[in-house]
């Protein structure tokens, strides 16, 4: 916080000595993008990006989007703030390379461009912003178990197909870093191939199998719901915890019920703070994007780049009994 | 002696118990009463599709809408109990049994009036339904929490030891035993499947009951719909992907001939068991998941080889003394 209130008076400062009187006064018109409106994932980002606002004092929030999820409609909006001049613009995009050319328009006019939750290729953004990162997911999924296990246990693994990319990579994380976790024993990985009735079925055949299983971690939003089903159905509740990632939305019963203490997945509200605080960063205080640079984004600590320009925000966000009424009706 | 009894049958119902005492011996814990209780409720939903798709499999068709209709139907009533908490729970099953008649009814015209293959005709309707449940629900889900605790609760309320689940399965083998041998609708079935045009000189009009197959396996299928949504408390669009294959198969290992025609209810239901018994185990004796997948597939294989094999001890010898020296040579 220090950090940045340092910044944002020496570019208020900045701004005192090198700008006109007129223009300090406008404020900074900041355009979320989002994939389509009415969505509540991306109207809680947009609540995010009024709180920075609110916190930088000048800037105005342009949410807006498609009425429905298409590149096209997307270029139609973007294409209209190039003409409003906005200051910035962060982007949900629909299409990694369709919005390219439209965003590379709005670069050569000087509007600052970021991507963020969905990608654009590189071409077309300064930074693209990613919720999270494999590894704080893998390390998450296993500190959700650890953390209500104090004496240790035994936990299984509930993932989706065999082949599934993000599954694989998540549970491989998480095994480098079991290690930070002395007690906890991964005694199975099983796969309900993202069918309900099939991750209900290995589920309930984990609890068979391991009399004495802690915890099923399924990092999979089908699987979490079908095993906390198979625990409240199993009589387990309070001896097996079901935790993983999930949706509130999907989740709100399980944990109502006990099958689940908590679970995790990212938070849209700090995704669209972040987003704008990165695009106000690029925009107002001359931040150069480039690989290995850290910049600041509020109470989310800083953003630090690779290569690709790319960064993760934070740790996925945990849901539980105390926090899920407020999320259950946003996404 | 297999006049009296069914050849099939036994084999399977054979190879059922083989199976299960070989896991028996890695897991002993899965044939104990409760466990198997437990078996025969997950394969439930499994036992009453096999019978309706076996219906329309002996009247010579196929029906590969089935969890397409048992997916809509499901999202169908979920959404009507969010709307309406309050709805008494038989109202949201006749509903669930007319909805899915009602798209059983549509294939049924389908190969009636306009002759086209079934195959093709559930094809598309499989997809029809499945892009049907996108448009309803917006691709969102009903969740546990928005359905109401009596929608959820039924299927597994307990009656006499098992859940409200399972005797609506063992109450549909009861009626279609009974269907399939006593009502003329059961025998012409057997017979527009058997020999459609020996069917027609009888006065059985095929197409209709062609039809009617299909409305049947559809109202199961809305059945079902309604009880899969409830037991595992979520629809979206993609419960139940793919399950019509498993419908079919079990079908097949029950020895019901996909030329129409052959079958019965006890074949169906052993064909359904044996695959619900393969599918519990495979989670708990420990096989690479790797593995369970070539396991599932080679288990079909055998049943159906099993079948082709008691099948074809069929022909019968009708001239008697013709017989006799056949069996005189080894």
Redesign the interface.
Known sequence: MSVFKKLAASAALAGAMLATPAVAQDNVRIALVVKALGIGFFEAAAEGAEEAAAELGNVEIIYTGPTDTTAEGQIEVINALIAQQVDAIAVSANDTDALVPALERAMQRGITVISWDSGVAPAGRQLHLNPSSNPLIGNMIIKLAADHLPDGGEVAVLSAT?TSTNQNTWIDEMNKVMGNYPGIEVVA???GD?????S???A???M??YPDLDAIIAPTSVGI??AA?AVV?AGKVGEVNVTGLGLP??M???V?SGASQSFAIWNPIDLGYSATMLAYELSQNGVEAAPGAEIPMGRMGSLTLDDNNEGAMADPFVYDASNIDQF?SIF | MSRFIPVRETILAAAILVLMFLIASR?P??VAPS?LA?VFN?TSPLIILALGQMVVILTRCIDLSVAANLALTGMAVAMINVAMPGLPIPVIIAIAILTGSFMGAINGILVWKLAIPPIVVTLGTMTIFRGIIFLISDGK?V???EMSPAFTGFP?AELLGLPVLSWIAVATVLIFAVMMSRTPLGRSIFAVGGNPHAAVYTGINVGKTQFLAFVISGALAGLTGYL?VAR???AYV??????ELEVVAACVIGGISIAGGIGSVGGAVLGAIFLGVV??A???V?IS??WQLAISGSAILIAVAFNARAGRTKGRIILKSAEKPVGATP
């Open positions: 065999t990985t099983v796969y993202d069918l309900a009735d099939k209900y079925r290995e309930t055949g984990l068979q199998s719901v079908a089903q159905d939305s999907e709100a019963g399980a109502e259950k | 897991f814990g899965f466990n437990n997950d889900w969740n546990s929490h597994r899969w595992y408390a979520v993609d419960i139940a992907g793919g399950f599918k519990n495979l989670p708990v420990n998941p790797f």
